[in-house]
């Protein structure tokens, strides 16, 4: 009679009545006979055509399945789902309980779900990434970054892979005569070199001071 009263404001998330949940399962359940009698003719068929060994099939490979009623039934599934996800989400704020295990226990997911959903958070978690960099540099922003860096190869000789100065390490190299003849002192913590060059009259000795 509620249905009759057309005064009466309607929310179907509330006002699901007992018998017409009871008719959307009998739905269900008539659809899923329906199906599994066409499964098997259309199996008894193939057989018959010789199809069935032919293309090494399995009942495994055909699943049919019929659309469940559109209102009630799947109205009711969200309210099912809404009420896991309320007892979830007040079991993972206990420090004590594992988000996986309640993942399993209370959401009824597989470990394939559980590993699906890890990857995704993961993938997730780069795309924000991207964003970000995009939002700051630009949609040219990879480019940008390796130009500003420097690309592998290119630079002044005896720089560094990216384009960074090369940062010598051990004995620092002789810096030799600057122009005009004088030495050029070398930096504080930092050995003399000899000179590179000995001077005309013959060679002096290998790491002997020349006269």
Excluded: C
Aim: glycine share 10%; aromatic share 10%.
């Amino acid at each position: 009679m509620t249905r009759l009263n057309t005064d009466d404001a309607y929310n179907p998330d509330m006002n699901i009545l007992r018998e017409e949940l009871k008719f959307a399962k009998f739905i269900v359940r008539m659809q899923q006979q329906f199906a599994e009698g066409l499964k098997n003719g259309f199996i008894t068929h193939l057989k018959l055509r010789k199809m069935w060994d032919e293309y090494d099939l399995k009942e495994n490979h055909i699943d049919i399945n019929f659309n469940v009623p559109g209102n009630f039934f799947e109205m009711r599934e969200i309210q099912k789902l809404e009420l896991k996800e309320k007892i979830f989400t007040a079991l993972t704020n206990n420090e004590s309980i594992s988000k996986t295990y309640a993942q399993k226990k209370y959401l009824g997911w597989t470990d394939i779900e559980v590993k699906a959903n890890r990857e995704f958070m993961r993938k997730d978690t780069a795309f924000k990434w991207e964003l970000t960099q995009i939002e700051a540099g630009g949609p040219n922003w990879k480019s940008t970054a390796i130009a500003a860096a420097g690309a592998p190869g290119e630079g002044a000789p005896g720089s560094a892979p990216g384009g960074a100065a090369a940062v010598p390490t051990g004995t620092p190299p002789a810096f030799g005569p600057a122009p005009g003849g004088e030495e050029v002192a070398p930096a504080a913590g930092e050995t003399p070199a000899a000179p590179a060059v000995a001077p005309s009259g013959g060679a002096a000795p290998t790491g002997t001071p020349a006269a």
